[in-house]
């Protein structure tokens, strides 16, 4: 294989990084830790509608925030031409996310676009989205008919006064429950419904959700706050196990444990023992899933990040924009994931300490979840 030289940018500096990587034929492409690429998540935008207290808390994100401008968020076909890379190199699954994804204007031409992308092998991909469920009930529809797949949808409480005081919008859960109806009926299923559980606030409230999503067609899943960014206060105290998630709900409705849907599913799978439905419980804090994440994100300005935990990431649309090939573009795609040494949820100690020296994580409204 003839031996090729890629430049990239990555977000500390402006110099080029110049690594000395080597042509690959297409196929799947296998990190450090030998993990492969499967899912590449995609943020569309950097802006969203509420000020949820774990990822974009008002006294940080407020009026006088500055977003991106337009011209440094990637454009759909720019989107679509480096998701057709990460196909090539085996990604079957995209998920499009924010920000609030919803406020992206023209978004359904969008997942009309990656709609079309297959596998090498001809196979459809599994497209879905993330939202806060605020615009899902206009969407829903036109997000299925231009080839969306399904939708996950975030709720952390079924209690007004709870629910508002953590979106810190005044957002009604009446709201977000009518976007759930709305994608159900247009047919984005499975549907999964994700908790995040922050102690002393929320956390009163597993039970309730359980009991409300327990023979529904939703699948509820309680994820582990998170140390992710520097902006929402993160305290490990606040942090409610996911053992004493299904501990709590067991003891309500009883509980029995089933196998993952897949290699590298972020949630531990429980059904109820009665036949009413099953619940999932992502537990990074304390029950790190590291070894077999096989997920990449691009951000809203094409900057390529291998792990949420991350405090940088390789400028993909420099590459772009300077007129590089697809040939090089792919090349520098696979240079980076086989470089890839992330583990931070299972070194969570000795990174946390690293990061008061000075490096700072991406926020989560920058990248997604």
């Known amino acids: 294989m003839a031996e090729k030289t890629i430049m990239f940018r990555d977000e500390r500096n402006t110099s080029p990084v110049i690594p000395r990587v080597l042509e690959t034929p297409t196929g799947l492409l296998g990190d450090t830790l030998a993990r492969p690429l499967h ?6 935008t950097d802006r969203c509608n509420f000020r949820c207290v774990y990822c974009m808390p008002k006294e940080v994100f407020d009026k006088d925030y500055a977003y991106l401008p337009q011209t440094s968020l990637l454009s759909f076909e720019e989107i679509t031409r480096i998701a057709r890379l990460f196909v ?10 924010g920000g609030e994804p919803l406020l992206r204007k023209n978004l359904e031409r969008l997942v009309g676009m990656l709609a079309e992308l297959r596998t090498p092998g001809g196979k459809p991909l599994d497209l879905t989205l993330t939202t806060n469920g605020s615009l899902l009930a206009k969407k829903a529809q036109s997000l299925k008919d231009a080839g969306l797949n399904r939708v996950t949808v975030s709720l952390d409480s079924l209690d007004d006064a709870i629910f508002k005081r953590m979106n810190d919008v005044d957002f009604a859960v009446a709201d977000v429950l009518n976007g759930l109806d709305a994608a159900h009926k247009a047919g984005l299923g499975p549907i999964k419904v994700n908790m995040v559980v922050k102690g002393g606030m929320n956390d009163q409230e ?3 959700m359980a009991r409300h999503f327990k023979g529904s067609p939703y699948i509820l899943r309680f994820i582990e706050y998170m140390d992710v960014g520097a902006s929402n206060g993160w305290n490990m105290r606040e942090v409610v196990p996911s053992a004493e998630v299904v501990r709590r709900v067991s003891a309500d409705m009883p509980l029995l444990p089933i196998d993952a849907n897949y290699t590298g599913e972020t949630a531990a ?3 109820y023992a009665d036949g009413g439905g099953e619940i999932g419980v992502i537990s ?3 029950q790190a899933f590291c070894h077999d994440c096989s997920r990449a994100r691009l951000s809203t ?3 390529l990040y291998t792990c949420l935990f991350a405090t940088r990431g390789s400028d993909l649309r420099a590459l772009l924009r300077d007129g590089r090939s697809d040939a090089e573009i792919s090349t520098a795609i696979a240079h980076i994931w086989r470089a890839r040494t992330d583990r931070y949820s299972e070194t969570r ?3 946390t300490e690293g990061l008061v020296l ?3 994580k991406v926020e989560m409204s920058y990248i997604g979840g």
């Open 39 to 44: 899912d590449l998540r995609i943020s569309v």
């Open 358 to 360: 000075g490096a700072r």
């Open 284 to 286: 990074s804090v304390t």
């Open 269 to 271: 799978r429980w059904r």
């Open 88 to 97: 090539a190199h085996g990604v079957e699954k995209l998920r499009l996310t």
């Open 301 to 303: 300005e094409g900057k």
């Open 349 to 351: 100690t000795i990174n």
């Open 206 to 208: 597993i039970v309730p």
